[in-house]
């Protein structure tokens, strides 16, 4: 019984010296990573997807002679003249032009992420909905006969 004891004693306390390691080593690749970098006035590019339009993918980013690679992620219902670090606080959708056939809002710029090149304003169109006329006549339940 004492021999199963210590040898349940002896795997928990090499169990602890592990985990304790491992965060250990987490925590300090973290510190270096930074303590590398004396600069303070990094310029980042857009975020190239890997794939296509969108999706997971990389952004650059550069300060005097030093470039390093952040991983980021282009949703796949940006706008992309907007581009996908310039986000917009938009209004409601106004009246239907019938002349153009578009409905128009318009947007203030809430967040520019990495530094971007943002406009304050964007104005968006779209479509009109495409209006159903119902033929005027009874409805039936099938051929009459």
């Known amino acids: 019984?004492?021999?199963?004891?210590s040898v349940v004693l002896v795997v928990v306390v090499a169990l602890m010296m592990v985990t304790a390691e491992a965060g250990r080593g987490k925590k300090e690749r973290g510190k270096g990573a930074k303590a590398t970098s004396d600069c303070t006035e990094w310029t980042y590019g857009n975020c190239v997807p890997n794939n296509g339009d969108c999706g997971?993918?990389?952004r650059e980013g550069t300060c005097n002679d030093q470039t390093k690679k952040l991983k980021c992620k282009v949703p796949c219902n940006w706008k992309k003249e907007f581009g996908a670090d310039c986000k917009y606080k938009f209004g409601s959708w106004g009246e239907c032009d019938m002349t153009t056939g578009?409905?128009?809002?318009?947007?203030?710029l809430k967040k520019a992420l990495y530094n971007a090149q943002c406009q304050t304003t964007r104005s968006v169109t779209k479509p009109c909905p495409k209006t159903k006329t119902k033929a005027k006549g009874k409805k039936g339940k099938g051929k009459e006969h």
Not at 1 to 5: A, K, Q, V
Not at 102 to 108: A, P, Q
Request: charged share 20%.
């Open 1 to 5: 019984m004492r021999g199963m004891l």
């Open 56 to 58: 997971l993918g990389v």
């Open 102 to 108: 578009l409905k128009t809002r318009s947007g203030t």
